[in-house]
């Protein structure tokens, strides 16, 4: 077979070529965590499609489909308490708790009691995906260091 006709064959990986990237949030352990998949089909498409995967092994695991979103999209983590996470993506809340690992719910407004404290973003960080904590806030009351007299 001519090479030019080969031509064709060998660029087909390329027209198909996709993403599937992860990042996880060990919340206590390896073994107790949150992993946030993005995949994109495509590598001229902007979007992507986003899953959750709740963990605390041995005990549970179970993923869980967020929908599609910009593939640059962040998504931020806040702990409400009680093994429950609220995790953001622009204006598009769910919620995931890893005690049993089977619940999640879209939230259509943030909750009564507020989202809780801010643990980190997932976000793009030199062209990959990964997780980034919030710094620990300095306790408010460090007392100040004593003088001599």
Same mark, same amino acid.
């Given at each position: 077979m001519p090479p030019l006709k080969l031509l064709p064959f060998l660029l087909l990986p390329m027209l198909v070529a996709c993403s599937d990237e992860r990042a996880s949030f060990?919340?206590?352990t390896s073994d107790h965590a949150l992993t946030l998949i993005r995949e994109q089909q495509f590598f001229w498409s902007k979007k992507a499609?986003?899953?959750i995967v709740a963990a605390r092994m041995p005990d549970c695991m179970r993923r869980h489909k967020m929908g599609s979103a910009s593939r640059l999209a962040k998504v931020e983590v806040y702990a409400p308490g009680n093994d429950a996470w609220i995790l953001k993506q622009g204006a598009r809340m769910v919620v995931v708790e890893?005690?049993?690992c089977e619940? /999640?719910?879209k939230l259509e407004a943030e909750p009564e009691g507020g989202?809780? &404290?801010l643990?980190?973003?997932f976000q793009n960080k030199k062209g990959v995906?990964? /997780?980034v904590a919030e710094p620990k806030a300095e306790a408010a009351a460090? &007392?100040?260091p004593a003088t001599a007299q």
């Open positions: 060990q919340i206590a499609v986003y899953t890893t005690r049993t619940g /999640f719910a989202m809780g &404290p643990v980190g973003i995906l990964t /997780f460090t &007392p100040a």
